[in-house]
């Protein structure tokens, strides 16, 4: 029985995708939920599985094609075993355009991608002669650079010199190969950075400091963190919670911080739905604590901690960082003392945390050591006035300092 595979559903904010990488070729068997291909798209990686075990037999789309929602994809014939189909003879496939079978002068086939068949082809190489480390044996140009570098480095007999019954070899110094790649850039990391430019093209972009002294912070964490691990199902108490529950009291005080611009037009958010930004193998993501204020220190935590999880294996859905009213982005888990964070638009603020650094502070005429933390918040000037901005990171200091606050909402 033939079935037609086609994309998911696109949400309106994704008007396409681009296919990314086919996992299987035609005539492959496939067993059932097993991936067939990934479609990149300008927020998430969406896969695509098989319905049923059987052969996937057509592809429509080859890697690169950009397709929309509900587009065919592929033909794949359910129920029917590998050997018991027979890959029509035509052109390279759409997706077998990355394997070609190239034949040496021994009349062995090998396999390489069409990058190594150039460079093979190039410099006269012998493909039995290349250590492969792709997919089924196969050659991929990495291995033919490797190669090459290989006979670059082997030292030539070089002519000698007999000097008062000495031989003396040639100094000359052998350079090996510097390799070069070049590859598109992922749809996500485009939109990353044309919305980067746009943020900074487009709005009045300010940012002001102030720096937090951690300690009552930390106690508390230090005091608790066991108790609440076991309480809370493993759950782990960390410093984002803080921060989190204190920019939405702050953003209570503050609700032009909280607020969008749309055009000539200024929209109050009666509600909190808090951006935290997460680095990924494919970039900057930032998912969305949805409703941030109904939740305590443990949920905000553990829906940190998933979408930490689903970030490293590309799992996070549009739904996940669609929306949002206010951004904080975590630099000092890579070490950073001080940024100046970028407006996530259509926001009009973003709170940037850094590295805690023991400094000597000056407390009530005395000099003492703390663990103290840069707070920067970069607002749209256009909708914030500076005083207002000053005034919501100073009352985050306040919260966080004084955490019972945070409880009291005071």
Same mark, same amino acid.
């Given at each position: 029985?033939?079935?037609?595979?086609? &994309?998911?559903?696109?949400?309106?904010?994704?008007?396409?995708?681009?296919?990314?990488?086919?996992?299987?070729?035609?005539?492959?068997?496939?067993?059932?939920?097993?991936?067939?291909?990934?479609?990149?798209?300008?927020?998430?990686?969406?896969?695509?599985?098989?319905?049923?075990? @059987?052969?996937?037999?057509?592809?429509?789309?080859?890697?690169?094609?950009?397709?929309?929602? #509900?587009?065919?994809?592929?033909?794949?014939?359910? @129920?029917?075993?590998?050997?018991?189909?027979?890959?029509?003879?035509?052109?390279?496939?759409?997706?077998?355009?990355?394997?070609?079978?190239?034949? =040496? #002068?021994?009349?062995?086939?090998?396999?390489?991608?069409?990058?190594?068949?150039?460079?093979?082809?190039?410099?006269?190489?012998?493909?039995?002669?290349?250590?492969?480390?792709?997919?089924?044996? $196969?050659?991929?140009?990495? =291995?033919?650079?490797?190669?090459?570098?290989?006979?670059? #480095?082997? %030292?030539?007999?070089?002519?000698?010199?007999?000097?008062? *019954?000495?031989?003396?070899? =040639?100094?000359?110094?052998? $350079? *090996?190969?510097?390799?070069?790649?070049?590859v598109p850039m992922t749809r996500l990391r485009a939109k990353v950075a044309e919305r980067l430019l746009a943020a900074t093209n487009t709005t009045a972009m300010l940012t002001t400091f102030n720096e937090v002294?951690?300690?009552?912070?930390? =106690?508390?964490?230090?005091?608790?963190?066991?108790?609440?691990?076991?309480?809370?199902? @493993?759950?782990?108490?960390?410093?984002?919670? /803080?921060? %989190? $529950?204190?920019?939405?009291?702050?953003?209570?005080?503050?609700?032009?911080? #909280?607020?969008?611009?749309?055009?000539?037009?200024?929209?109050?958010?009666?509600?909190?739905?808090?951006?935290?930004?997460?680095?990924?193998?494919?970039g900057l993501v930032v998912p969305v604590l949805r409703d941030a204020d109904a939740m305590g220190l443990a949920a905000i935590e553990k829906n940190i901690r998933d979408y930490g999880v689903k970030a490293r294996d590309g799992k996070l859905s549009i739904d996940d960082m669609s929306g949002g009213t206010f951004?904080?982005?975590?630099? *000092?888990? /890579? *070490?950073?003392?001080?940024?100046?964070?970028?407006?996530?638009?259509?926001?009009? &603020?973003?709170? @940037?945390?850094?590295?805690?650094?023991?400094?000597?502070?000056?407390?009530?005429?005395?000099?003492?050591?703390?663990?103290?933390?840069?707070?920067?918040?970069?607002?749209?000037?256009?909708?914030?006035?500076?005083?207002?901005?000053?005034?919501?990171?100073?009352?985050?200091?306040?919260?966080?300092?004084?955490?019972? $606050?945070?409880?009291?909402?005071?």
């Amino acid at each position: 029985m033939s079935i037609e595979i086609k &994309a998911p559903a696109l949400p309106e904010s994704v008007p396409d995708g681009t296919i990314a990488t086919w996992y299987k070729q035609e005539g492959e068997a496939v067993a059932r939920d097993e991936l067939l291909v990934d479609i990149e798209t300008d927020k998430v990686l969406l896969e695509v599985v098989a319905p049923d075990n @059987g052969v996937l037999k057509k592809i429509n789309k080859a890697e690169g094609d950009t397709i929309v929602s #509900n587009e065919l994809l592929a033909i794949f014939e359910a @129920g029917e075993a590998a050997s018991t189909y027979v890959k029509p003879e035509k052109a390279a496939s759409p997706s077998a355009l990355e394997s070609q079978v190239v034949e =040496d #002068n021994s009349n062995v086939e090998v396999l390489m991608s069409p990058a190594a068949k150039k460079l093979v082809e190039e410099n006269s190489l012998s493909p039995n002669t290349i250590k492969s480390t792709g997919k089924d044996g $196969r050659i991929t140009k990495e =291995d033919v650079l490797k190669h090459l570098e290989g006979k670059s #480095n082997e %030292v030539p007999a070089s002519p000698t010199s007999i000097q008062s *019954g000495s031989v003396v070899s =040639d100094p000359s110094p052998v $350079r *090996g190969a510097r390799a070069e790649e070049r590859v598109p850039m992922t749809r996500l990391r485009a939109k990353v950075a044309e919305r980067l430019l746009a943020a900074t093209n487009t709005t009045a972009m300010l940012t002001t400091f102030n720096e937090v002294n951690m300690q009552p912070v930390m =106690d508390i964490r230090n005091r608790y963190k066991d108790l609440f691990e076991k309480k809370h199902d @493993g759950t782990r108490l960390g410093f984002m919670s /803080f921060f %989190v $529950r204190a920019s939405i009291e702050a953003l209570k005080q503050y609700p032009a911080v #909280n607020a969008s611009i749309d055009g000539s037009d200024i929209i109050y958010h009666g509600y909190q739905d808090i951006g935290v930004a997460v680095s990924s193998p494919r970039g900057l993501v930032v998912p969305v604590l949805r409703d941030a204020d109904a939740m305590g220190l443990a949920a905000i935590e553990k829906n940190i901690r998933d979408y930490g999880v689903k970030a490293r294996d590309g799992k996070l859905s549009i739904d996940d960082m669609s929306g949002g009213t206010f951004t904080i982005s975590n630099g *000092g888990v /890579f *070490g950073s003392l001080l940024s100046t964070p970028i407006l996530n638009p259509p926001q009009t &603020a973003i709170l @940037g945390m850094h590295k805690i650094q023991e400094r000597p502070m000056a407390v009530d005429g005395e000099v003492k050591i703390l663990p103290m933390m840069y707070l920067a918040l970069s607002y749209d000037h256009r909708m914030i006035d500076g005083k207002e901005a000053v005034q919501f990171l100073v009352t985050i200091k306040d919260l966080l300092e004084d955490p019972a $606050r945070i409880l009291l909402e005071v």
